[in-house]
């Protein structure tokens, strides 16, 4: 709406610009009006010098008044109200057409049912399962603490990426592993215990000793038992954690 009468006020205003040039025609300039009354000393006559042709010139048409022609000024005025209105009306229709409408009822026949949002998959148990039997496996091995921590998460990351569940554009590899699993309702303080040593780990440059591997397998445990309950998500028949 601003953007609107912001437009019909140039416009207007444009209109009134141009009548009044129209109306008053070219402009003119007549010498002075008003002379003053100046006593004019008493001097003894000289011959006049003889007219040469350039004072013939000027002086040929003394009273003449000096015109100007106002026309390519007026064609510049209009050209420039229209491209002043052309820019105001594209950036209206712009800002309208990123505001969004709502859509008609032909549109919404045509979306039809493809327009409802899919439901999220379920995380594949198996690929889940895996990712807990590596990670266990891998603080079990005879490694340095460090180490074993950071392949430990990076075990459940690689799980999780393969359990079908999309990762949003947004996400960091340790929020997407989290999200996965929450999906699954495994056991929140063990995931969160369990990425935050992750982080001390890989970042931060206090000493990594083997309580540290102790708590990160405790955690993994909590995880791994945590969701085998979970219809849907269930531990496969033969598989266990190690130990």
Aim: with cysteine.
């Amino acid at each position: 709406m601003k953007q609107r009468t912001v437009l019909v006020v140039c416009v207007v205003l444009g209109i009134t610009l141009l009548a009044g040039i129209l109306l008053q025609g070219p402009a003119t300039f007549s010498g002075i009006r008003w002379v003053p009354d100046w006593t004019q000393p008493t001097v003894s006559p000289h011959p006049e010098p003889a007219p040469t042709a350039e004072s013939g010139t000027r002086s040929s048409h003394p009273g003449l008044p000096f015109v100007i022609d106002g026309t390519p000024l007026l064609w510049i005025a209009i050209a420039a109200l229209i491209v002043l209105a052309g820019l105001l009306l594209g950036r209206m229709l712009r800002r309208r057409q990123a505001s969004g409408r709502p859509l008609d009822s032909a549109r919404l026949l045509d979306a039809g049912p493809a327009s409802e949002p899919e439901p999220p998959s379920a995380p594949d148990a198996p690929a889940l399962q895996r990712g807990f039997d590596r990670a266990l496996t891998t603080l079990s091995e005879d490694r340095l603490p460090r180490d074993a921590i950071e392949r430990a998460w990076l075990g459940l990351q690689e799980a999780a990426e393969e359990s079908g569940v999309q990762r949003r554009a947004a996400e960091t590899p340790a929020e997407f592993t989290q999200r996965v699993l929450a999906r699954v309702h495994a056991d929140d303080d063990a995931a969160r215990t369990l990425l935050d040593l992750y982080l001390r780990v890989r970042f931060g440059d206090t000493p990594v000793t083997e309580l540290d591997v102790s708590v990160a397998r405790r955690s993994l445990e909590r995880l791994a038992a945590s969701w085998e309950g979970v219809p849907g998500a269930t531990r496969p028949l033969g598989e266990g954690s190690a130990s």
